[in-house]
């Protein structure tokens, strides 16, 4: 959890689970937060630093934050658009992340599967070629993974899903 996912943004000062810590960093995500426009004209750029820095948290183990800053994004894309469906993809991943940690693995593993029908879903939409964050995705190797943690007998805290870095473009 020591590198930042973004040069210009500082990770949180911990990790929150809910139940656990008292309260969140709302300040170091409302930095982020600030990035996010008020509506994405067409597509959601690939490089946006708050959607990078959401993914990058994800994969830092800051699971609750990246879930807030990804739908800070999702809530500014077009509507109908292929990235609020991938984004809401991300979302459930890092919510199952967290139920991970929280040793809830039922429930994670309910939103695993949720997660995958929506990568199921953008699967079937046409590729724009905007150059949008879903048309650059690796969408299959996503989720491929999922179904790999889905065919388990059982989940464990280990079985946390990284997806920023299968997003690199």
């Not at 995500?29 to 490089?47: D, E, I, Q, S, T």
């Not at 959401?54 to 800070?72: K, R, T, V, Y």
């Not at 599967?113 to 995705?137: C, H, N, P, Q």
Request: glycine share 10%; net charge positive; charged share 20%.
């Amino acid at each position: 959890m020591s590198v930042p996912p973004s040069a210009s943004l500082a990770l949180p000062r911990w990790a929150y689970v809910p139940g656990v810590e008292c309260e969140a960093d709302h300040d170091t995500l409302a930095m982020a937060k600030a990035l996010v426009p008020a509506r994405f004209n067409g597509f959601v750029p690939a490089r946006h630093p708050a959607l990078r820095y959401g993914l990058g948290l994800n994969d830092s183990g800051f699971f609750w934050e990246s879930h807030e800053i990804l739908e800070a994004v999702w809530a500014a894309a077009p509507q109908g658009g292929r990235e609020r469906i991938l984004l809401r993809a991300c979302i459930q991943i890092a919510n199952a992340n967290l139920k991970l940690r929280m040793g809830r693995f039922h429930a994670a593993s309910r939103l695993f599967g949720e997660a995958l029908a929506e990568l199921d879903e953008l699967g079937v939409r046409k590729v724009t070629g905007a150059g949008g964050f879903a048309d650059a995705f690796p969408t299959a190797a996503l989720a491929g993974l999922l179904r790999t943690k889905l065919a388990l007998p059982a989940l464990s805290t280990a079985d946390w899903v990284a997806i920023g870095g299968l997003g690199r473009t």
